[in-house]
């Protein structure tokens, strides 16, 4: 009987010491993770402002601290030279400052041929844009916010790192000529250089 009351007053005591846990919050992935059909909105938010651009999409489907990296673009920015945009800085460092990059251009043919995503971003996109007389490839990575507020656009791009073939690009922009022999092959340069393969030779 005497045992049993001191385990029972050691049950108190213990009881009274232990700290106070606050409820656990419950983590559903359903309220909390971006669905297929949202990364692929924000697939396609972005694959408009590059093919249709318009200033009202891109204020709805960004952050307002939106940021572009992409020494892709940078180099078209540049024609290839050192500035005035420094190279592996943000090519656009605000949200206005993309605005006004992308509203100067003509539209852009773009596909997106994959896409990829995770439960709160990034979206990744692989895209090929069908131009003359080279068609450009490239990827990107989307990283995306959450918004309670906009029914409409409830994951938000908030920052881009971008990169393409930028080489052909600036051939299709006559930026770039290079100079190729009638069989297509650059007629100079290690990359153009046909090359004998043997097999490497090994030192008994």
């Known amino acids: 009987m005497r045992s049993t009351i001191i385990a029972a007053a050691t049950f108190a005591l213990g009881a009274l010491a232990a700290p106070s846990l606050s409820p656990l919050q419950k983590r559903d992935c359903n309220d909390t993770c971006m669905s297929y059909d949202q990364a692929t909105s924000v ?3 972005f694959k408009t402002l590059i093919a249709a651009y ?11 601290d939106f940021v572009d990296y992409s020494d892709s673009v940078t180099s078209l920015i540049n024609g290839g030279c050192q500035g005035p945009v420094p190279y592996g800085s943000e090519t656009f460092s605000s ?17 997106i041929l994959n896409l990829w995503y995770a439960c709160e971003g990034p979206v990744v996109i692989r ?14 990575v989307m990283e995306t916010q959450r918004s309670s507020v ?30 190729c ?8 340069g ?15």
């Open 43 to 45: 697939a396609n938010n």
């Open 150 to 179: 906009d029914a409409n656009y409830p994951w938000k791009i908030k920052t881009v790192y971008s990169e393409f073939n930028s080489g052909a690009w600036q051939v299709n922009l006559n930026v770039f000529k290079p100079n």
């Open 127 to 140: 895209w090929r844009s069908a131009q003359t007389p080279e068609i450009v490839t490239g990827n990107i």
């Open 54 to 64: 318009s200033d009202s999409l891109a204020d709805s489907a960004m952050t307002t």
């Open 95 to 111: 949200l206005a400052d993309f605005k006004k990059g992308q509203a100067s251009q003509p539209p852009i043919p773009f596909e």
């Open 181 to 188: 022999t009638a069989s297509g092959n650059a007629a100079s």
């Open 190 to 204: 290690p990359v153009g250089k046909k090359m004998k393969r043997s097999l490497p030779m090994h030192i008994m």
